[in-house]
């Protein structure tokens, strides 16, 4: 483990929030005094319609600004005192021995290593440690976390071990004479640890080292604001404010003085409506298609997404959400698919080959990056060469208290860990240099979307999202829509903020739910009046322009770690190393991407009246919710009647879009109703499309046309070259190719690589009836959001390379399969007697091309399609 002195920075952090005001002698009033108005100004935008509704319901709202900590309780006043004098200090130490000495100092050190009673103490000198690592001990110790060196008295004197059985008396007797054999003096072959009687088996060895690791960790990456020592800080500090939080809403109090702008205020803010200002939303997704040579993609999968409940059925292990299986496929392939569906229309646009670079944020959490990356060798790194790719992993950071801020532990050298929250993300891409590599495959911007929300592709959203920030050199932006009740998401707002030099800024932001209370937002059901139901839903779907936040992630400061929060509205469950389980009101340090348009806001040397949204840096584009959010992030419950947030709840809003899409083809089918209806059932059809039939839906819908599709029908199309052409269906109709998207050869390295548009599969139909008994809707082992279904009969047809099927003025009706052998083309029609199959060859000339093809030609701020017969 490296010695290397770690750099801390000397920071007086302040997270805490009080309501604004003009005047430093103005009190604090209770949250029930605070009324909400109009703004005297009005904030519109060009890119909005003249007469968007939220225009039109705009509140301005009194909102929190940052200022310094709360007086706390005693005991957590002295901690933080006693902790920020600590790191003052070693923040001015220059060496690693200096800091040594620093630490040593401490009077919780001194206690700890001078105490009688202290096993862990005396058999610390029989482990080896390095200067770096006795260091990180005694920083733990300094921070006030000694229980997690309690070996408690499991570990005790020889004396003690003796009243103990003779079977384990007998075991621990045989540890001790192999340490004598160990003539060299060393660490006993790794089998124990022993000093003064106190012995650690080769377990506790071990888990003493990952303790180490997790410590040098944190040491190193939080070390802008202070390592272990600022870590232990800001969530005491953070507990302090929730404390003093509790003791404001019963009655007023007095505002602090030190403030760090003279107020703040939050708006409703309006953005581009992508829903009504369509001509404007397809020429952005238009820059969103042409500009994505110069854009990445950025996946924060660190989180342990503990509501899933998501388990490995084989070994009983706990999974991460990327490996969720969805629609028939991990929802970590979904991401690509989505993406590789639009460099699919890039190619049938410009006809050339596009692989966007994809940085991924792991942690350790449930084996997260070692199954992530083994997902990602087992299947070929997806066809985009592991060279397009970029796995960094995140720390792990310890769970605490809310009572006491003490760390949660499991067993000795084991304390609760969880991931840091996704904010982490952009000082770890430039720790892992990860922006440097954006750089290096020539990319200017970003999209960031989350594994969990599996809509966040459809249509033109992300397009337009990154079009916008591309083509008007924006730094960040949001993808909202209307809020949902009950839904654990926070709100995107307009801040206006005068510093205390007088000056204005503004900027969108992002307030997470954990933290409505501080602004006075209450986070119950949603109501018409209610203050949270004006403002649109945070979604976590951001543009970013990457040399703008690697910036922030290099700056070294706590700006590099943005929207520090410690939730502890829900309790830390854990199992101890007895197999009892634990439920404690805890959280740990998190940090929310987001809110790094923060540190985005422009200023001004006066207030600004109106339009100043069109001039900022950061911007907002809106869309119906369930084109831009759907998430499958918690299971649900037995007796759940709610499907919010669930595998279930969110695959009725993929069909409700499915829905929309193919009635605006003149196609007839049912109506998805809420939620409600289908608590105790099934969905009323399975409809799954492959988003490269269009990506836009203005594509997708030049490819379909007529026809209608019963209740009880499914319908998968896996292919991309495709015609529908008054087709009615009733039954199950499966179209899979092999080459959905093209062919994948290898390259010069041996890796394979998706060739866009060479050698795809393709199927028309027209004027087909597809009749059969379909899904069997009965079953109860149906799992339809995975797409785990039972069939009783079905019309499949599988594509094997660049195969082609046709079928024309005829009737399907019954149990079919149907295998087309690469190179061929199989035509189905009417014939005397039931059904006429032909198989032919497909021409060497077509064999790259195909028979047939779709043209792609942009007409203004549209995408018209010419079907080719060759």
Same mark, same amino acid.
């Given at each position: 483990?490296?010695?290397?002195?770690?750099?801390?920075?000397?920071?007086?952090?302040?997270?805490?929030?009080?309501?604004?005001?003009?005047?430093?002698?103005?009190?604090?009033?209770?949250?029930s005094s605070l009324h909400f108005k109009r703004p005297p100004f009005s904030f519109s935008s060009s890119l909005s319609s003249s007469s968007s509704a939220q225009e039109q319901s705009c509140r301005v709202s009194t909102a929190p600004v940052e200022y310094a900590p709360p007086a706390p309780d005693c005991n957590f006043r002295q901690e933080i005192s006693r902790l920020k004098s600590l790191r003052s200090k070693l923040a001015a130490s220059e060496s690693l021995d200096r800091k040594l000495s620093v630490v040593d100092g401490d009077s919780r050190v001194r206690r700890?290593?001078?105490?009688?009673?202290? #096993?862990?103490?005396?058999?610390?000198?029989?482990?080896?440690?390095?200067?770096?690592? =006795?260091?990180?001990?005694?920083?733990?110790?300094?921070?006030?976390?000694?229980?997690? =060196?309690?070996?408690?008295?499991?570990?005790?004197?020889?004396?003690?071990?003796?009243?103990?059985?003779?079977?384990?008396?007998?075991?621990?007797?045989?540890?001790?004479?192999?340490?004598?054999?160990?003539?060299?003096?060393?660490?006993?072959?790794?089998?124990?640890?022993?000093?003064?009687?106190?012995?650690?088996?080769?377990?506790?060895?071990?888990?003493?080292?990952?303790?180490?690791?997790?410590?040098?960790?944190?040491?190193?990456?939080?070390?802008?604001?202070?390592?272990?020592?600022?870590?232990?800080?800001?969530?005491?500090?953070?507990?302090?404010?929730?404390?003093?939080?509790?003791?404001?809403?019963?009655?007023?109090?007095?505002?602090?003085?030190?403030?760090?702008?003279? &107020?703040?205020?939050?708006?409703? *803010?309006?953005?581009?409506?992508?829903?009504?200002?369509?001509?404007?939303?397809?020429?952005?997704?238009?820059?969103?298609?042409?500009?994505?040579?110069?854009?990445?993609?950025?996946?924060?999968?660190?989180?342990?997404?503990?509501?899933?409940?998501?388990?490995?059925?084989?070994?009983?292990?706990?999974?991460?959400?990327?490996?969720? *299986?969805?629609?028939?496929?991990?929802?970590?392939?979904?991401?690509?698919?989505?993406?590789?569906?639009?460099?699919?229309?890039?190619?049938?646009?410009?006809?050339?080959?596009?692989?966007?670079?994809?940085?991924?944020?792991?942690?350790? $959490?449930?084996?997260?990056?070692?199954?992530?990356?083994?997902?990602?060798?087992?299947? /070929?790194?997806? /066809?985009?060469?592991?060279?397009? &790719?970029?796995?960094?992993?995140?720390?792990?950071?310890?769970?605490?208290?809310?009572?006491?801020?003490?760390?949660?532990?499991?067993?000795?050298? $084991?304390?609760?860990?969880?991931?840091?929250?996704?904010?982490?993300?952009?000082?770890?891409?430039?720790?892992?240099?990860?922006?440097?590599?954006?750089?290096?495959?020539?990319?200017? /911007?970003?999209?960031?979307?989350?594994?969990?929300?599996?809509?966040?592709?459809?249509?033109?959203?992300?397009?337009?999202?990154?079009? @916008?920030?591309?083509?008007?050199?924006?730094?960040?932006?949001?993808?909202?829509?209307?809020?949902?009740? /009950?839904?654990?998401?926070?709100?995107?707002?307009?801040?206006?903020?005068?510093?205390? !030099?007088?000056?204005?800024?503004?900027?969108?932001?992002?307030?997470?739910?954990?933290?409505?209370?501080?602004?006075?937002?209450?986070?119950?059901?949603?109501?018409?009046?209610?203050?949270?139901?004006? &403002?649109? $839903? #945070?979604?976590?779907?951001?543009?970013?322009?990457?040399?703008?936040?690697?910036?922030?992630?290099?700056?070294?400061?706590?700006?590099?770690?943005?929207?520090?929060?410690?939730?502890?509205?829900?309790? @830390?469950?854990?199992?101890?190393?007895?197999?009892?389980?634990?439920?404690?009101?805890?959280?740990?340090?998190?940090?929310?991407?987001?809110?790094?348009?923060?540190?985005?806001? #422009?200023?001004?040397?006066?207030?600004?009246?109106?339009?100043?949204?069109?001039?900022?840096?950061? &911007?907002?584009?809106? #869309?119906?919710?369930?084109?831009?959010?759907?998430?499958?992030?918690?299971?649900?419950?037995?007796?759940?009647?709610?499907?919010?947030?669930?595998?279930?709840?969110?695959?009725?809003?993929?069909?409700?879009?499915?829905?929309?899409?193919?009635?605006?083809? !003149?196609?007839?089918?049912?109506? @998805?109703?809420?939620?409600?209806?289908?608590?105790?059932?099934? *969905?009323?059809?399975? @409809?799954?499309?492959?988003?490269?039939?269009?990506?836009?839906?203005?594509?997708?819908?030049?490819?379909?046309?007529?026809?209608?599709?019963?209740?009880?029908?499914?319908?998968?199309?896996?292919?991309?070259?495709?015609?529908?052409?008054?087709?009615?269906?009733?039954?199950?109709?499966?179209?899979?190719?092999?080459?959905?998207?093209?062919?994948t050869k290898n390259n010069e390295n041996g890796e394979p690589i998706l060739q866009y548009g060479h050698r795809c599969g393709r199927c028309k139909l027209h004027n087909v009836k597809v009749l059969n008994e379909g899904i069997d809707w009965s079953c109860g082992d149906n799992t339809y959001w995975k797409h785990d279904v039972k069939r009783l009969e079905a019309f499949k047809v599988i594509l094997h390379g660049n195969s082609e099927f046709e079928a024309s003025n005829v009737t399907l009706q019954g149990n079919h399969v149907f295998e087309v052998p690469d190179g061929?083309?199989?035509?189905?029609?009417?014939?005397?007697?039931?059904?006429?199959?032909?198989?032919? *060859?497909?021409?060497?000339?077509?064999?790259?091309?195909?028979?047939?093809?779709?043209?792609?030609?942009?007409?203004?701020?549209?995408?018209? =399609?010419?079907?080719?017969?060759?």
């Amino acid at each position: 483990m490296s010695n290397t002195t770690t750099s801390i920075v000397n920071k007086n952090i302040s997270h805490h929030l009080l309501f604004s005001f003009t005047s430093k002698t103005t009190p604090f009033h209770s949250l029930s005094s605070l009324h909400f108005k109009r703004p005297p100004f009005s904030f519109s935008s060009s890119l909005s319609s003249s007469s968007s509704a939220q225009e039109q319901s705009c509140r301005v709202s009194t909102a929190p600004v940052e200022y310094a900590p709360p007086a706390p309780d005693c005991n957590f006043r002295q901690e933080i005192s006693r902790l920020k004098s600590l790191r003052s200090k070693l923040a001015a130490s220059e060496s690693l021995d200096r800091k040594l000495s620093v630490v040593d100092g401490d009077s919780r050190v001194r206690r700890f290593f001078n105490s009688c009673d202290n #096993n862990f103490a005396r058999v610390l000198g029989s482990l080896d440690l390095d200067s770096f690592q =006795l260091f990180l001990v005694k920083c733990l110790i300094a921070a006030g976390q000694e229980q997690v =060196l309690n070996l408690g008295t499991e570990f005790a004197e020889s004396e003690v071990k003796s009243a103990r059985s003779e079977l384990k008396s007998a075991l621990y007797a045989l540890v001790e004479m192999i340490e004598k054999w160990d003539v060299g003096g060393g660490d006993g072959g790794g089998h124990s640890h022993h000093q003064n009687g106190v012995v650690l088996d080769n377990e506790k060895v071990k888990d003493l080292n990952k303790l180490l690791k997790s410590l040098a960790e944190i040491e190193k990456f939080y070390d802008c604001i202070g390592g272990i020592i600022g870590y232990q800080i800001t969530v005491l500090e953070l507990l302090a404010q929730s404390k003093f939080e509790r003791q404001a809403a019963k009655r007023s109090q007095q505002i602090n003085e030190s403030m760090e702008c003279q &107020f703040l205020e939050i708006y409703v *803010p309006s953005g581009l409506d992508l829903s009504q200002n369509t001509e404007y939303a397809s020429q952005a997704a238009l820059w969103g298609i042409e500009g994505l040579p110069e854009l990445g993609e950025i996946y924060p999968l660190g989180g342990s997404a503990d509501r899933l409940g998501l388990v490995d059925p084989a070994t009983g292990e706990c999974l991460p959400a990327a490996m969720l *299986p969805y629609c028939g496929r991990t929802l970590l392939e979904g991401l690509i698919r989505d993406l590789q569906a639009r460099e699919f229309l890039y190619f049938k646009l410009y006809g050339k080959q596009c692989i966007t670079p994809v940085a991924i944020m792991t942690s350790s $959490a449930k084996n997260n990056h070692k199954r992530i990356t083994a997902l990602c060798e087992r299947i /070929g790194w997806f /066809g985009r060469g592991q060279s397009n &790719f970029q796995l960094f992993e995140q720390p792990l950071v310890p769970a605490v208290s809310a009572e006491d801020g003490q760390w949660l532990v499991m067993k000795p050298f $084991a304390p609760v860990c969880k991931p840091g929250g996704h904010g982490v993300i952009w000082k770890l891409a430039y720790d892992k240099g990860v922006f440097k590599w954006f750089h290096d495959h020539g990319r200017k /911007g970003a999209t960031v979307r989350q594994v969990s929300n599996v809509v966040a592709a459809t249509d033109l959203t992300l397009l337009a999202l990154a079009g @916008i920030g591309l083509h008007h050199g924006k730094k960040l932006g949001f993808a909202s829509c209307e809020r949902n009740s /009950g839904a654990t998401e926070g709100i995107n707002v307009l801040l206006e903020k005068k510093n205390l !030099d007088g000056k204005w800024a503004y900027g969108l932001s992002c307030i997470e739910y954990t933290e409505f209370d501080k602004f006075g937002i209450t986070g119950g059901p949603l109501s018409s009046n209610s203050l949270q139901a004006e &403002f649109p $839903a #945070n979604t976590n779907i951001l543009y970013v322009d990457l040399p703008s936040v690697e910036l922030i992630g290099s700056s070294n400061s706590e700006k590099s770690l943005p929207g520090m929060v410690l939730n502890a509205k829900k309790p @830390i469950v854990y199992a101890d190393q007895f197999g009892d389980c634990h439920s404690v009101p805890g959280g740990r340090l998190e940090c929310t991407m987001q809110n790094i348009a923060d540190n985005l806001l #422009n200023t001004y040397s006066s207030r600004c009246y109106k339009g100043v949204e069109d001039e900022l840096d950061t &911007f907002m584009v809106y #869309n119906e919710r369930r084109r831009v959010t759907s998430s499958a992030k918690k299971k649900r419950k037995h007796a759940d009647m709610s499907l919010h947030q669930t595998p279930e709840g969110s695959l009725l809003d993929i069909l409700r879009n499915a829905y929309d899409l193919l009635s605006q083809c !003149d196609i007839r089918l049912p109506e @998805i109703e809420g939620n409600d209806k289908y608590v105790d059932s099934g *969905p009323p059809y399975l @409809i799954l499309l492959h988003p490269a039939l269009g990506v836009l839906w203005e594509v997708t819908r030049q490819k379909f046309n007529g026809g209608s599709i019963s209740e009880g029908s499914e319908l998968q199309i896996e292919v991309a070259e495709f015609l529908w052409r008054n087709v009615q269906l009733d039954g199950s109709l499966i179209i899979v190719a092999e080459n959905v998207m093209g062919l994948t050869k290898n390259n010069e390295n041996g890796e394979p690589i998706l060739q866009y548009g060479h050698r795809c599969g393709r199927c028309k139909l027209h004027n087909v009836k597809v009749l059969n008994e379909g899904i069997d809707w009965s079953c109860g082992d149906n799992t339809y959001w995975k797409h785990d279904v039972k069939r009783l009969e079905a019309f499949k047809v599988i594509l094997h390379g660049n195969s082609e099927f046709e079928a024309s003025n005829v009737t399907l009706q019954g149990n079919h399969v149907f295998e087309v052998p690469d190179g061929h083309k199989l035509k189905i029609t009417s014939g005397n007697s039931g059904l006429s199959v032909q198989l032919d *060859p497909i021409e060497p000339s077509m064999m790259d091309t195909g028979s047939w093809y779709w043209k792609f030609n942009i007409n203004g701020n549209h995408i018209l =399609l010419e079907l080719v017969d060759l």
